[in-house]
């Protein structure tokens, strides 16, 4: 990848912002709670380096991830993380109180591959109109372990677009 200059890293955030941002509309509509975001940070950096940032301490901590393979006038692919003792509350307040603790397990993969898909695919809509450009969309992939693993290292060092926004649940 490029080195990319400031103006564009600007833009990039932008674009990110307006297309997370009718994502988290699309999160909130799922789970009936506000979701307040962050402003996106973009950057373009080795995927060491972003290990090291989301790896608390040695990187133990395990995370979902959702992944989306794309394609189009640019691909890759797409990848929405956050810390796996969060997933089970977002499925609850997806499915509802009507739904017992105890059988949220059983089908909080499906679920949080959905919500994975909704999201990502607000952002691939959003970002494809804003471009006038179209993507195709591979189905999406759940992943539950450490960043290391998640983001194991290919040979040679990549560098990668990584966009930091903090999406929370009202509760």
Known sequence: MNELTA???????????????????????????PVTMSVPVVHVMPIQRVIEILSPGIGSERLTCVSQLFSGSFSGEA????PENSSLEIVRLMLGSQVPIEQISEIEQDALSEIGNIILNACFSTIADMLEDTFS???????????????????????VLFIQIRLALES
């Open 7 to 33: 103006l564009e890293l600007d833009a990039l955030a932008e674009i990110f912002n307006i297309s997370v941002g009718r994502s988290a509309s699309a999160l909130s509509e799922l789970t009936q709670e």
């Open 79 to 82: 990848m929405l993380m956050f």
């Open 137 to 159: 969309c591979d189905l999406p992939k759940l992943n539950v372990a450490s960043i290391t693993e998640i983001l194991e290292k290919p040979k040679g060092e990549q560098t």
